[in-house]
């Protein structure tokens, strides 16, 4: 398996803006899907954002389209997730997962593909 570490977390005001990191470790990065989950409290973990080995494709949940961006740098084994005009309804705790993926554009928002997972990292918007 993978290991991922998240990184960027933090307490912002609504309207401002956070980038998360995600390095890896221990596998070939590229031959992962990788993908943002988050969990509020007292919500069960939803689908943010996921991108494709090469980065070509990418999929947002309609909550946050338009406002965070994911990436990823093969080159230093690290996915982004850029958070722009952040929300209180945007605080939770932030995990990043890999989903090995043999086909080049497989993209998933189905949360038990995701075979490792980061510890995660808290973001809070103040109102």
């Known amino acids: 398996q993978v290991q991922l570490v998240e990184s960027g977390g933090g307490l912002v005001q609504a309207g401002g803006s956070l980038r998360l990191s995600c390095a890896a470790s221990?596998?070939?990065?590229?031959?992962?899907?990788m993908g943002w989950f988050r969990q509020a409290p007292g919500k069960e973990r939803e689908f943010v954002a996921a991108i494709s080995r090469s980065g070509g494709n990418t999929l947002y949940a309609d909550s946050v389209k338009g406002r965070f961006t994911i990436s990823r740098d093969n080159a230093k084994n690290t996915v982004y997730l850029q958070m722009n005009s952040l929300k209180p309804e945007d605080t939770a705790v932030y995990y990043c997962?890999?989903?090995?993926?043999?086909?080049?554009?497989?993209?998933?928002?189905?949360?038990?593909?995701?075979?490792?997972w980061g510890q995660g990292t808290q973001v809070t918007v103040s109102s």
């Open positions: 997962a890999a989903d090995f993926a043999p086909i080049l554009g497989r993209l998933t928002t189905t949360m038990t593909s995701y075979k490792s």
């Open positions: 221990g596998r070939t990065f590229s031959n992962y899907a």
